[in-house]
């Protein structure tokens, strides 16, 4: 039994309900895999649908040859440096903004889940400073781990890239 969304579901789901959704005019599918191009909030955007927001780092999209402008997940659960749209909720969120679940970093940092780490590791991996504030006032081994993860994002991963759509 499969206990987790996969890419293509949350893109056919996406597909579905992108009306819904609001800031969209249109939306082009790429004919193979989940990116796409979309006129969002009057401007054209080239976008990715994930499962999860964390799956941006977990790809390594932000080492991509051609940035992407947009993220549609299932689930927001990290920051990441584009705009989101998460389509459990509906919500949108800005670059840089904190997942609904929290209002800071130290509220991801309290909480010790999952999401809390991948917050505070999206905010380092973003150059937010406020992140690098927190995991220096933390325990060394505390802080070595945070900051180890965050390296580990910035290595290429053996082995074909998630491919994004090409603009013409």
Same mark, same amino acid.
């Given at each position: 039994?499969?206990?987790?969304?996969?890419?293509?579901?949350?893109?056919?789901?996406?597909?579905?309900?992108?009306?819904?959704?609001?800031?969209?005019?249109?939306?082009?599918?790429?004919?193979?895999?989940?990116?796409?191009?979309?006129?969002?909030?009057?401007?054209?955007?080239?976008?990715?649908?994930?499962?999860?927001?964390?799956?941006?780092?977990?790809?390594?999209?932000?080492?991509?040859? #051609?940035?992407?402008?947009?993220?549609?997940?299932?689930?927001?659960?990290?920051?990441?440096?584009?705009?989101?749209?998460?389509?459990?909720?509906?919500?949108?969120?800005?670059?840089?903004?904190?997942? #609904?679940?929290?209002?800071?970093?130290?509220?991801?940092?309290?909480?010790?889940?999952?999401?809390?780490?991948?917050?505070?590791?999206?905010?380092?991996?973003?150059?937010?400073?406020?992140?690098?504030?927190?995991?220096?006032?933390?325990?060394?081994?505390?802080?070595?781990?945070?900051?180890? #993860?965050?390296?580990?994002?910035?290595?290429?991963?053996?082995?074909?890239?998630?491919?994004?759509?090409?603009?013409?």
């Amino acid at each position: 039994m499969k206990k987790s969304l996969d890419r293509k579901t949350v893109s056919i789901d996406f597909a579905l309900q992108w009306q819904r959704l609001g800031s969209f005019s249109s939306v082009q599918f790429a004919p193979r895999g989940t990116g796409f191009v979309a006129t969002y909030a009057g401007q054209t955007a080239r976008g990715l649908v994930l499962a999860r927001s964390s799956d941006f780092w977990q790809y390594r999209l932000h080492l991509a040859r #051609s940035p992407l402008d947009l993220i549609v997940c299932y689930r927001h659960d990290t920051i990441l440096p584009v705009t989101v749209v998460e389509i459990e909720t509906g919500n949108h969120y800005r670059p840089h903004e904190y997942p #609904s679940q929290f209002t800071s970093y130290e509220d991801a940092y309290q909480a010790r889940t999952r999401a809390g780490r991948l917050t505070i590791v999206g905010g380092l991996l973003c150059g937010v400073q406020r992140a690098y504030d927190l995991v220096a006032d933390l325990p060394e081994s505390t802080r070595r781990k945070y900051e180890n #993860s965050a390296h580990d994002f910035q290595k290429r991963r053996r082995g074909r890239q998630l491919a994004s759509t090409q603009t013409s």
